[in-house]
Antibody, heavy 120, light 111 residues
Framework: EAQLVQSGAEVKKPGESLKISCKGSGYTFTNYWIAWVRQMPGKGLEWMGIIYPGDSDTRYSPSFQGQFTISADKSTSTAYLQWSSLKASDTAFYYC?????????????WGQGTMVTVSS | QSALTQPASVSGSPGQSITISCTGTSSDVGAYNYVSWYQQHPGKAPKLMIYDVSNRPSGVSNRFSGSKSGNTATLTISGLQTEDEADYYCSSYTSSSTLVAFGGGTKLTVL
């Protein structure tokens, strides 16, 4: 059974850097796109970007362009989302999700979510 | 503002049927049969309920069905149960550089 396990909750100060992770198991990690989705407190889902671990092809939502970096390590079957300088407005739950191979908007496996709190 | 438009809330009684609409444009919902629906209970990760407009993943109840007409997709839940109370989100592939668009979400209340 495919599974995505995310790193634990983080509490950071504005201006600090952060890298959260999403480890895949139970399937061939390099064959599926992995997306990152933001959910601010009490708000809806926002698609941030997506990476194909097989060749690290990465696409970003124009709404978020430049605010963070998505990467993946094939050797550990892990995808990452990182910020170089966090802002209070980055406070949110962040989910990673696996996209089905042929259904281009279908994310069939989700991580449990990582809560990021940015506060001075 | 979300790319896809959903009603903020819908409600129904146990046993009834409800529908949730998801309106996009000719660049997303209207252009592709790549519409998905997700269910999210409070404090939980979203769960895929429908993909490619009307297909159900293994394990999803056949009380959930999807359809599309023009730029609007619809999720129908028949035989409402209390455990169906949750937030529902639609998503669509889009030809824009965004690649994927989400709806703003609909809160389903089972009265």
């Amino acid at each position: 059974e495919a599974q995505l396990v995310q790193s634990g909750a983080e509490v950071k100060k504005p201006g600090e850097s952060l890298k959260i992770s999403c480890k895949g198991s139970g399937y061939t990690f390099t064959n599926y796109w992995i997306a990152w989705v933001r959910q601010m407190p009490g708000k809806g889902l926002e698609w941030m970007g997506i990476i194909y671990p097989g060749d690290s092809d990465t696409r970003y939502s124009p709404s978020f362009q430049g605010q963070f970096t998505i990467s993946a390590d094939k050797s550990t079957s892990t995808a990452y989302l990182q910020w170089s300088s966090l802002k209070a407005s980055d406070t949110a739950f962040y989910y990673c999700a696996r996209r089905q191979q042929l259904a281009l908007s279908a994310f069939d496996t989700w991580g449990q979510g990582t809560m990021v709190t940015v506060s001075s | 503002q979300s790319a896809l438009t959903q009603p903020a809330s819908v409600s129904g009684s146990p046993g009834q049927s409800i529908t949730i609409s998801c309106t996009g444009t000719s660049s997303d919902v209207g252009a592709y049969n790549y519409v998905s629906w997700y269910q999210q209970h409070p404090g939980k990760a979203p769960k895929l309920m429908i993909y490619d407009v009307s297909n159900r993943p293994s394990g999803v109840s056949n009380r959930f069905s999807g359809s599309k007409s023009g730029n609007t997709a619809t999720l129908t839940i028949s035989g409402l149960q209390t455990e169906d109370e949750a937030d529902y989100y639609c998503s669509s592939y889009t030809s824009s550089s965004t690649l994927v668009a989400f709806g703003g979400g609909t809160k389903l209340t089972v009265l």
